[in-house]
């Protein structure tokens, strides 16, 4: 193994500090960390209030979400709390909510993109690296904040 090679990647950091938390609608925010190119997935805290929900959805790629603060709901009626992961495999179809006292906050790593279903189950919204990376560079547009480099 070439150690020199390897020590030369480039790597980059993101403070808590540094990006903002985006509004997505009433009560639910993300933070970016990465969008990785392509479209291949992003890498985001998720932020929801209280009695939030996030409504049926599909996965087209794995998700891996682990629960910093709060509790979820999964329509199966399992709770996940703080320290908990949860894996979602390509093509998972689900839809949970925040549940507790405190807002719910999830480090999530989403590959492929995500399709919010209607109630007859058509694609009626997705979200993709490219769309929250839109999101993201519009918000910080609009509120004067440093557009960061969170791309691959």
Known sequence: MNMTAIAGLPTRSVSDTDAP???LGEG????PLRFLCDNRGFVELLR?????EIGWHRHTGEVHAFN???????????RIGPGDYVY?????TDRWRAIGEVPLVLLVVV?????????????SARYSA????????RYCEEQ?????????
Do not use: C
């Open 28 to 31: 639910k925010a993300f933070k």
């Open 48 to 52: 929801l209030e209280p009695g939030v």
């Open 130 to 137: 490219g769309t929250l990376q839109e999101l993201y560079r």
């Open 144 to 152: 004067s904040l440093e557009i960061l480099d969170l791309a691959d």
């Open 21 to 23: 938390w985006v509004p």
């Open 68 to 78: 910093l603060q709060g509790t979820r709901e999964l329509h199966t009626g399992e």
């Open 111 to 123: 590959m492929g993109e995500v399709d919010y279903l209607d109630a007859d189950g058509e694609v």
């Open 88 to 92: 979602e495999p390509p093509g998972n």
